[in-house]
């Protein structure tokens, strides 16, 4: 997890992390006082980066 979250930064790895490390939900993300960002943010960013690790996944990038 820890070289998948390397490839990223900024508000992707925030919430790659607060989801898949610290167990937190995409609204307690958008909660926190250090996300600084709203719920519908965090569900784009969320989508993306599934898309984006899904891409990766199916073609060994």
Do not use: C, W
């Not at 989801?19 to 993306?48: E, R």
């Amino acid at each position: 997890m820890q070289r998948i979250l390397g490839q990223f930064d900024g508000i992707e790895a925030m919430v790659l992390r607060k989801k898949y490390v610290d167990g937190m939900s995409l609204a307690q993300i958008a909660a926190d006082p250090q996300a600084h960002t709203s719920i519908s943010t965090v569900k784009k960013v969320h989508a993306a980066l599934m898309r984006t690790l899904k891409f990766v996944d199916e073609n060994g990038t």
